[in-house]
């Protein structure tokens, strides 16, 4: 009982956290690189999880499955984050969520090919359709929003992508790591690349980090990071791979208010069309789960 109160609160934790990084996102890049912003979050938030490591008395393993979902995770945190980071140059906030949501169709999708979990058929593929044909209408709506809207969708279908294959070949590995533990592991790998990436740009610090641009990176890389992805891991080594991308079931909507609310982001027809069908695949497929695996 104890353990399914933690994971319950572990899954709270990021959709909530969740909900509110894609402007959090936004925000670190006022009047910074991009690069500069990820960069900077991913440095704090492998400082802070070596400390919570070394506190909580844990430490890195060195093993052959350990090294592994470290690469795993590491090579997903960079992929797909730095895809995020630019995309958000072209597109509000509240979209990223919302692309975000087709996660689960994209990771249950390839959970079957290399888990070896049931073919799609019936309500789950329904909802695959209704979520590909989101995509399309949020893709169609881009090209009206602004000459450039496109970029961003198609970065973050890359994004979604990337975290998927490394959420299925981290719960492919099957290693019972701290989820602490492999977030300060998967920082390890991540955080050079990103260094790299930002050296080869321009490596320039910033004359000034505007108040707001500081705050937000310091959400992310303490709070959105470290606790972000330690609960994300916890869940995924209790829970199967397909629901834990259920999280962004919910997390369009809040992102999506946020958005309005706190950045005047526009919300056009289409968006909220796309939004509305991806959101009904995602229930479909996951009404579909439950019948395949005879739950009630």
């Given amino acids: 009982m104890e353990l399914k109160r933690r994971i319950q609160a572990s899954y709270l934790a990021v959709m ?3 909900s509110t990084t894609p402007l959090s996102i936004q925000w670190s890049a006022t009047e910074v690189d991009y690069l500069f912003g990820v960069t ?3 440095v704090i938030g492998l400082f802070i999880s070596l400390l919570l490591l070394r506190f909580m008395g844990l430490s890195l393993h060195t093993h052959r499955k350990a090294l592994q979902t470290y690469l795993a995770a590491g090579l997903g945190i960079f992929g797909a984050m730095i895809c995020v980071y630019w995309g958000a140059q072209y597109i509000p906030s509240g979209w990223i969520s919302v692309l975000f949501g087709l996660t689960p169709i994209m990771t249950g999708v390839m959970a079957r090919r290399f888990l070896g979990e049931k073919a799609l058929s019936g309500v789950r593929l329904l909802g695959v359709i209704l979520g590909i044909s989101g995509l ?3 893709f169609w709506g881009s090209l009206h929003f602004s000459p450039t809207a496109w970029l961003g969708v198609a970065a973050l279908m890359v994004s979604v992508t990337l975290h998927s294959i490394s959420t299925v070949w981290t719960k492919a590995l099957g290693w019972q790591g701290n989820g602490v533990e492999i977030t300060a592991g998967a920082l390890v790998v991540a955080v050079p ?3 790299l990436s930002w050296w080869l740009s321009d490596g320039q610090w910033p004359e000034t980090v505007p108040l707001k641009a500081a705050l937000s990176i310091l959400y992310l890389g303490s709070v959105a990071t470290v606790l972000g992805f330690g609960a994300f891991y916890y869940v995924l080594r209790h829970v199967d791979a397909t629901r ?3 999280l962004t079931l919910v997390t369009p909507i809040i992102a999506l208010w946020l958005g309005r609310w706190l950045n005047q982001e526009k919300l ?5 069309a796309g939004t509305l069908l991806i959101l009904s695949g995602l229930i479909l497929y996951e009404l579909g789960e439950r019948r395949g695996t005879g739950k009630r």
């Fill in 16 to 18: 909530m956290i969740w």
């Fill in 40 to 42: 900077s979050r991913m």
């Fill in 136 to 138: 399309v209408v949020v």
């Fill in 193 to 195: 690349l990103y260094l």
């Fill in 244 to 246: 834990v991308a259920l």
């Fill in 268 to 272: 056009t027809w289409m968006v909220l």
